[in-house]
């Protein structure tokens, strides 16, 4: 088992910055690619970016490309979404979540464990 918890998430105006992190616990956390995904309200759950066990390779969603950044440190078990020049089409709850196998993965039915989620909301 694998215990995620996402914290940073809050209300910030448009243009603003926000760091999400994700403290993970229960197993050997490098053995972990992570991914970072969003559900606005009244939509499907959806991929925000992803990073290997080594933090080697990223990939993001073209949606937030160029304003996020994901980043992990394998010696704090944590996992980090930086997000800069928010826009109000970004508000929504954000989970982090992790698998075992050796590449990146963009699908959410892929992933094996899910954090509870935090809310991210900006302001026009």
């Known amino acids: 088992q694998v215990q995620l918890v996402e914290s940073g998430g809050g209300l910030v105006q448009a243009g603003g910055s926000l760091r999400l992190s994700c403290a993970a616990s229960g197993r050997t956390f490098s053995n972990y690619a992570m991914g970072w995904f969003r559900r606005a309200p009244g939509k499907e759950r959806e991929f925000v970016a992803a990073?290997?066990?080594?933090?080697?390779?990223?990939l993001y969603a073209n949606a937030v490309k160029g304003r996020f950044t994901i980043s992990r440190d394998n010696a704090k078990n944590t996992v980090y979404l930086q997000m800069n020049s928010l826009k109000p089409e970004d508000t929504a709850v954000y989970y982090c979540a992790a698998h075992s196998a050796p590449r990146i993965v963009v699908s959410t039915h892929l992933y094996t464990y899910w954090g509870q989620g935090t809310q991210v909301t900006v302001s026009s």
């Open positions: 990073i290997t066990q080594s933090g080697g390779n990223t």
